[in-house]
């Protein structure tokens, strides 16, 4: 039912965006994409075909992921994997036969631009986003 085309983005939760955008962008050769208002709190950066989103935890998205990264806490928010366009009730029964509780389709942005995508939570309870590559 579904063919993985690759990783399109990981999102990383901070407290410290400066130090991140520098080790980014200064040590690994990301470049800044796209920014969200400060509000918003996210920052998304180019590394190759891929999007690596930062989101400050004390904005309106970042308060969203509970309490700052620590020892026992998360830094990764979701990871998305970019798959090849399917039949979207489909794979919303296929998803649920599995035992899964999938999210709701919504329009979001990704490494490939804007495309439909939805949530799931590996066993773990990891955040999975499914994001639907165009047509081709």
Request: proline content about 5%.
């Amino acid at each position: 039912m579904i063919r993985i085309r690759g990783i399109d983005h990981i999102v990383l939760r901070t407290e410290n965006m400066a130090a991140l955008l520098s080790f980014y962008c200064d040590v690994l050769p990301c470049v800044v994409e796209r920014e969200l208002e400060p509000e918003i709190g996210l920052v998304q950066l180019r590394a190759g075909d891929s999007l690596i989103d930062l989101v400050d935890v004390n904005s309106e998205l970042g308060r969203m992921g509970g309490p700052a990264p620590a020892e026992t806490g998360h830094n990764l928010d979701h990871f998305c994997l970019e798959i090849d366009p399917v039949d979207e009730q489909q794979l919303l029964d296929w998803l649920t036969a599995q035992g899964l509780e999938p999210s709701e389709y919504a329009r979001r942005y990704g490494a490939n631009g804007f495309g439909r995508s939805i949530y799931i939570q590996d066993p773990d309870g990891n955040t999975v986003e499914l994001k639907l590559a165009a047509a081709d």
